[in-house]
């Protein structure tokens, strides 16, 4: 089988997480206890709260923090008029970037998101401008070398998994967002560890960049994803390696 393979861009990401690593952590310690607040801290009642974990333990959030996250969310104000506006626009050469945001104050987010995209090369749309050309699926990565393909495709598939890939190592295994949590489960039944697993944005179609094109991007996400009110940005362009580098 065969599907859209995210693993070099985690790769890439996890190259950069000694710069970035505090903000992305506070990210995550965010929707964490955000999640707790909402849904309940046990993450077998509460899916989201149980995404939220499993991202995290991908990003190596040490278990410490993430249990400090969840009893911050319950004991708290976490989530307390919190929202999750989604925005959309247009980076170099007319590319597709999303921009997904988790904040208390959505006339400061959207006003920060403007000038992150005006400032660097790009433009904001208006909602469903470029959110049709990206579909919402669950990736889940697990060590190729210690897990046989058969038998993990066999799992996965019973479990509800649409598609699972073999490359660089590692098996690539998508869901749709319904099927995630059975099949997450169904690896952790059989003890089988992730290496990283998440609801996420895949573009249907990508736009090839180069040369300054895409040191513009990358600066723009750099900028976008710098932002206390960003949780994640999406995008559909098709980067050269050194780009993220």
Same mark, same amino acid.
């Given at each position: 089988?065969?599907?859209?393979?995210?693993?070099?861009?985690?790769?890439?990401?996890?190259?950069?997480?000694?710069?970035?690593?505090?903000?992305?952590?506070?990210?995550?310690?965010?929707?964490? #206890?955000?999640? @707790? +607040?909402?849904? &309940? /801290? !046990?993450?077998? $009642? %509460?899916?989201?709260?149980?995404?939220?974990?499993?991202?995290?333990?991908?990003?190596?959030?040490?278990?410490?923090?993430?249990e #400090?996250?969840? @009893? +911050?969310?319950? &004991? /708290? !104000?976490?989530? $307390? %008029?919190?929202?999750?506006?989604?925005?959309?626009?247009?980076?170099?050469?007319?590319?597709?970037?999303?921009?997904?945001?988790?904040?208390?104050?959505?006339?400061?987010?959207?006003?920060?998101?403007?000038?992150?995209?005006n400032?660097?090369?790009?433009?904001?749309?208006?909602q469903?401008?470029?959110?049709?050309?990206f579909?919402?699926?669950?990736?889940?990565?697990?060590?190729?070398?210690?897990?046989?393909?058969?038998?993990?495709?066999?799992?996965?598939?019973?479990?509800?998994?649409t598609?699972?890939?073999?490359?660089?190592?590692?098996?690539?295994?998508?869901?749709?967002?319904?099927?995630?949590e059975?099949?997450?489960?169904?690896?952790?039944?059989?003890?089988?560890?992730?290496?990283?697993?998440?609801?996420?944005?895949?573009?249907?179609?990508?736009?090839?960049?180069?040369?300054?094109?895409?040191?513009?991007?990358?600066?723009?996400?750099?900028?976008?994803?710098?932002?206390?009110?960003?949780?994640?940005v999406?995008?559909?362009?098709?980067?050269?390696?050194?780009?993220?580098?």
């Amino acid at each position: 089988m065969s599907g859209h393979s995210k693993w070099a861009t985690i790769k890439r990401k996890k190259a950069k997480t000694d710069v970035g690593r505090a903000k992305a952590w506070n990210k995550l310690i965010k929707e964490i #206890s955000v999640a @707790a +607040k909402m849904g &309940g /801290g !046990n993450p077998d $009642a %509460n899916p989201r709260l149980r995404a939220a974990i499993l991202k995290a333990k991908g990003q190596s959030l040490p278990a410490k923090n993430i249990e #400090s996250a969840i @009893a +911050k969310g319950i &004991g /708290g !104000n976490s989530g $307390a %008029n919190m929202e999750e506006p989604m925005y959309e626009g247009y980076g170099p050469n007319g590319c597709a970037i999303l921009v997904q945001c988790l904040t208390d104050n959505r006339t400061r987010s959207v006003a920060d998101v403007r000038n992150i995209f005006n400032k660097n090369g790009g433009n904001m749309g208006e909602q469903g401008s470029v959110s049709w050309t990206f579909k919402r699926k669950g990736i889940i990565v697990i060590d190729a070398a210690a897990n046989p393909e058969d038998k993990v495709m066999d799992l996965v598939l019973e479990a509800g998994a649409t598609d699972m890939s073999t490359q660089d190592d590692v098996h690539e295994i998508e869901t749709t967002p319904e099927s995630f949590e059975s099949v997450t489960k169904a690896l952790e039944n059989a003890k089988i560890e992730m290496l990283s697993a998440e609801l996420t944005y895949i573009p249907e179609t990508t736009v090839k960049l180069e040369g300054e094109d895409a040191q513009k991007l990358m600066r723009m996400i750099e900028r976008l994803e710098d932002n206390e009110d960003v949780q994640d940005v999406y995008h559909n362009a098709e980067l050269p390696e050194d780009a993220e580098s």
